[in-house]
């Protein structure tokens, strides 16, 4: 199996005219995509990255973004994709596990990394991400690429039930086989024409720029989610597929533009992160009658890949999370002990496959407590419908989605407990109308204070990304635990 790099190289001989990346009025062919990843592979070689050594890129969306990535892979390094939203503290953390030789910023994360760096031992050099990649516009393109299929290419940053950021370790075997799931259960061709909404920090990012440079695809960027934009690109580009939450396709919807707008290229509609209400699943078909909209629920532990269901199956249950695992992955649902759950009862979804991850980076322990006897263990609970469907009933990890964002509770749960005037936090989530779900903390103070919820927001935004700031505060005068001290969060739900 080749290397993504080298796929970009072939790319670059196979199909040298045809459009590789759009940004904005930006534009390049796969033949000068090819050149200039080459290019910045040259440039970090000049800047000491060798073979398996960390690059982090901190940035939205662009075209350089994709460059240094690119650049990066055919210079044998470890693309470390950090998130641009992101506090200070939480980059810190995440550059001082990752270790790199490099860290690259755009405009409007480099006083957050400038910020984490400083509380460094040893921080790496850190660049402007716009001038790394035209600095590297005057070299001569480095020659080949320079690793094999089994080297690290990604590690990218989750949270587990400690709260604590686990870097998912994926090589260039694991990511082209997450990408080629991706491309056989889509239906993806040869050329398509995909648009990004997903961060290119976020799995899902990672996972279909694998996969456009696979079909030798375009794709296409936009800086960040705004629904009139968003259509406009659509229809100038010709996007043929893309993926968003059900948020995106809410909002997309209610856009006056739409009507405006020739979407006729558009054959692939995929969502995730949440399930899509049945009344949006009908006004998509019936507004794009010939869509192949498409369900996903991955892990990015597992690729990442996971469940999906196809559009029959989401007509007929569209409260459900997926049907059958993805091409080249299999699942299973057990109980405590590993047996495999029957039609009704709920387990923990485990997969096994080629893109399962390699571990945690640094983290031996809980690679072992994850990754047992060739399954991944996702820690979710999911019930298995007698049809075969699947329904999400809880998370092990507590895990809440918001807007398409990860928020675990734990790491809430520290920056709540933080303040001075909390004894005692749990955080849960509360359904929300446009978001999926929305972050509560539920706060038990010291004796005499007074908290809302403003002060507590206003402690936690320094801290913690903005989406994972509590949009609610309840305060009780306990916060229910069982005997051996654990939050007993059921209890809490729907207070």
Known sequence: ??????????????????????????????????????????????????????????????????????????????????????????????????????????????????????????????????????????????????????????????????????????????????????????????????????????????????????????????????????????????????????????????????DDCDLSALRIAVFGAATMPAGTIRELLDRFPGLALTQLCGQTEAGPTGLFSTLDQLRDRPDSTGHQSQPFLEHRVVDASDEVIGAGGVGELNFRGEAVMKGYWNAPEATAETLRDGWLRTGDLFRVDPDGAFVLVDRLKDLIITGGQNVYSAEVEQAVLSHPDVVDCAVISEPHEEYGETVVAVVTLRVGAGLDIEGLRSHCTPLLARYKVPRRLVVRDDIPRNAGGKLQKHLLRGS
């Open 1 to 258: 199996m080749p290397t993504l790099g080298g796929l970009v190289l072939q790319n670059g001989r196979r199909v040298p005219d045809r459009e590789a990346l759009v940004d904005g009025e930006k534009r390049w062919s796969w033949g000068r995509l090819a050149q200039d990843a080459s290019r910045m592979a040259a440039l970090l070689r000049a800047e000491g990255v060798a073979r398996g050594d960390r690059v982090a890129i901190v940035a939205a969306n662009s075209s350089s973004y994709v460059i240094a990535e690119l650049g990066t892979l055919l210079a044998g390094g470890v693309v470390v994709p950090v998130n641009a939203r992101l506090a200070s503290p939480e980059v810190a953390y995440v550059l001082g596990d990752s270790a790199p030789r490099v860290v690259a910023s755009d405009a409007g994360c480099r006083a957050v990394v400038d910020q984490a760096l400083s509380g460094l031992a040893d921080p790496p050099a850190h660049f402007d991400l716009v001038e790394l990649v035209a600095g590297a516009a005057g070299l001569e393109p480095a020659v080949g690429d320079e690793c094999e299929e089994h080297d690290d290419a990604f590690i990218t940053y989750t949270s587990g039930t400690t709260g604590r950021p686990k870097g998912v370790l994926i090589d260039h075997h694991r990511a082209i086989w997450a990408a080629l799931s991706q491309i056989v259960s889509l239906g993806m061709r040869d050329g398509e024409r995909y648009l990004h909404l997903s961060p290119l920090y976020h799995s899902g990012g990672v996972v279909f720029l694998n996969a456009v440079t696979v079909v030798g695809g375009t794709s296409v960027l936009v800086p960040g989610f705004d629904p009139v934009p968003v259509l406009r690109t659509m229809a100038r580009e010709r996007v043929s597929a893309f993926l968003g939450v059900p948020t995106m396709y809410q909002q997309l919807l209610r856009a006056p533009e739409i």
